[in-house]
């Protein structure tokens, strides 16, 4: 049995799962997916998808002399990611994701990615595994297979799939134009057909559509490139009441999905100059601009088509709230007022998620009545995600007598279908996925005692240990986006009165799914545990694994998941556990202390960064010249670079110029911000996110100018060089990973971080999926291979030299030409994000590891290390 605990980070507990091939219980208060590898497979593509002529049939079939039900043939797919829009990075996630769950000996599937240029290619899954399209847009043409057109790829598809399962976002992927080839060439697909989906991807078709159709919309205004109606746009504001200098609205592309390029502005002129960034910026040329309206609350429903053959029979799951969070001045809630791309997809405590929703029981029905409707007037097909608002008070404009007789208009208030996503977000946040299982895995959250706060305002050393709670997890609450949301989640399950009306409603989707799903020869029911979560002290849950001789999957990043307190009680009861040892842990975690103990290795190209450690109060109550010219002085640089002493690889992060942006950094800290905003400081940079709370102790560094690479997606000479790179310094920044047995660790190969705006990696990019770039292996033109075997051997005696075991991730400034290694960290709890890339790394190795066996070798370690301990105690007794 495996046991995952996590803390804060989420990412990387969800990919450890799901790359474990797990089966997991599931909350009586959540919806799950059926269970298909456990069911009797029977089905045309016709039956299950609705779409296109069958071209063939996979079925099951029973010997009779035997009993025993064998595959006629396995199931073809093809799926397809990438895509000329801003998201095709997170139709990079959402193909991953889709990968990890539909792979199996009934499935074969193959993966293809189409460019920025509309150029298709044949891709390996390894690719799929890459943060970015960056990461590999670069090398397509000598690792992939190319089609010379469109029409080529269609008929490769028509030839070598059965079914294509396109998950590509934006333009080309939900606006019919993908569809509209698979069509004419008769390819089943999964989707709603091409004339549907270019009616509902355009934004202001579609709030026409809904409006004809009897449902209540938003007022809009369409502004175009080609005729832009400035007289018309007055007229418009004035009739909705609208201030013409200082008027709040929503500006947003009409035909570039539910996040990119969306904002908010205020008068008529601030509108048109924000549409006209929309247009320069080539998003799209046509713009819709609607009232903000206060006062509502957000929420997202997923339909899922559970018909059979051409019958459509939408049922809508458990609605969701979307709640964003604010912290700080005024300033910083008028900013980021709107559900934007940043919220959506990089998981902070900036939005908050209520499943099901906090309305009245009626409007929930209602939002799920409204959106099995709409999905069915707009002809969808297979699933969609369906987004919208409700009003409890509705303002004047909305309960006007235009939409009293409108759907929509309720005693409880108003609820207005905003946007149609017909190839909504696939990541594992976004669905809930279950597949076979070859290990037993419970999921479980590491939490203090009274919430995440508590730990921020009381708890310090061993109270702070003593005062956690550990939680047993149902698959569904994994896949919130924050720990803080799952200990929301795990305490409002154990609430009655919550948990009834949760329970309620739940089994009413319930009756819906099978409904639907009982008329499909292939549907054998659902596997679902009832099972709700369960709340243990720290000491308990350790003993509890003991009890079922659990390893301890260890993914709680910072504290004492790093710092060798978890791994020392784990240790004490003799539970096996991931990663490094109790000093080593220890070590790692002190930046200092990690620096003091590489310095001997001088001589064997390994530099450590000199380091000057601060207290928060000095920079506080002291003379902020004199501190700057002290650290300039000690440390030899007139630029640093500051971070926690103790906090992770990511928040706290910045580069200093001048006294005035230690200041300014000083002033972050004592207001408690959690973030710093873009371009606060001399130097450009992205916003920082700051450790909250602020760290008592600060590390100030020379800062290291590394070259600039730019990898270009886009070139006019297909064989052009996409890479560019202007070699000044020659050093670059590298993060690797490291794998094996104490004494004896191997470096997997390491990672070029580009770093795409500012000096710094931002949190983005380390984090959010579909942002930052990682070059896997370096490429050749930037460093030889010998010079890239030089830089893993050191890599591999920095890893044996702080006692690593298991796995680790090293982040270092690497001269290209040399090897020499600088090291800036070491993280013995790393990020298993796609962004960290330690799974591209394990993809990138002779032969491919790819993710079970990456994550299940972690495991065996673990198990290896615990059977050699009681194997020399063993000894030491005899």
Known sequence: MASLACGSNLSSFRNAIVGTETRFAFSKSFISMPDFSRSNLNFSYKQCFGVGIPRAKAEVFEDQSTGIKEKERVLRVGLICGGPSAERGI??????????HIQGEDLDVSCYYINCDLKAYAISSAQVYSNTPADFDFKLESLAQGFQSLSEFIQHLADSVDIVFPVIHGRFGEDGGIQDLLEKANIPFVGTQSHECLRAFDKHTASMELNKKGFMTVPSFLLEESKLNKDGFLKWFSSNQLDIDSGKVVVKPTRAGSSIGVTV???????????????????????????????????????????????CQPVVLLPTEVELQFHGNNEVRE???????????????????HTPPRFPTDIIECIRRGAS????????????????????????????MENYNKFG?????????????????????SFLFQQASKLDVTPCL????????????????????????????????????????????????????????????RNQVMIDLMEGLNKQKWFAGFDISDDPPIKYSLGEWIMHAKEVQATVFIAVHGGIGEDGTLQSLLEAAGVPYTGPGVMASKICMDKVATSLALGHLRNFGILTIHKDVRRKDELLNASITDIWHDLTTNLQSNTLCVKPARDGCSTGVARLCSAKDLAVYATALQKCLLQLPSNSLSKAHGMIEMPNPPPELLIFEPFIETDQIIVSSKTTNESEQRIIWEARNRWVEVTVGVIGKRGAMCSLSPSITIKESGDILSLEEKFQGGTGINLTPPPTSIMRKEALQRCKERIEIIANALELEGFSRIDAFLNVDSGEVMVIEVNTVPGMTPSTVLIHQALAEEPPMYPQQFFRK???????????ILVKEDHAII
């Not at 900013?335 to 998620?353: C, G, H, M, S, W």
């Not at 972690?858 to 050699?868: A, H, I, K, M, T």
């Open 409 to 429: 208009s309720t005693e409880s208030g108003a609820i207005v279908f905003t946007d149609i996503n017909l190839i909504s977000g696939m990541e594992q946040t």
């Open 265 to 311: 502005a205020y008068g008529v002129d601030d509108s048109i100059k924000k549409a006209n960034d929309i247009i320069s910026e080539g998003i799209d040329d046509k713009v819709l601009v609607e009232l903000f309206l206060d006062g509502g609350s957000e929420f997202t429903a997923i339909v899922l088509d559970v018909g059979s053959g051409s019958d």
């Open 373 to 400: 409707l709409l999905f069915q007037r707009f002809g969808l097909r297979d699933f969609a995600r369906i987004d919208g608002w409700f009003f409890p008070s509705p303002t004047h404009t909305l309960s006007s």
């Open 335 to 353: 900013e980021d007022a709107i559900f934007n791309y940043r919220r959506k997809y990089l998981p902070t405590q900036q939005v908050t998620y």
């Open 858 to 868: 972690l495991l065996d370690l673990s198990s290896q290390r615990y059977e050699y």
């Open 446 to 505: 590491v939490a203090p005692q009274n919430g995440y706060s508590s730990i921020m305002r009381h708890a310090k050393g061993d109270l702070e240990t003593q005062s956690r709670t550990v939680w047993s997890l149902p698959y569904s609450l994994v896949l919130r986006h924050t720990a803080e949301e799952v200990l929301a989640a795990c305490i409002e399950a154990i609430e009655p009165d919550r948990a009834a009306l949760t329970s309620q409603l």
């Open 91 to 100: 139709s990079l996630n959402s193909a991953r994701s889709v990968l990890d």
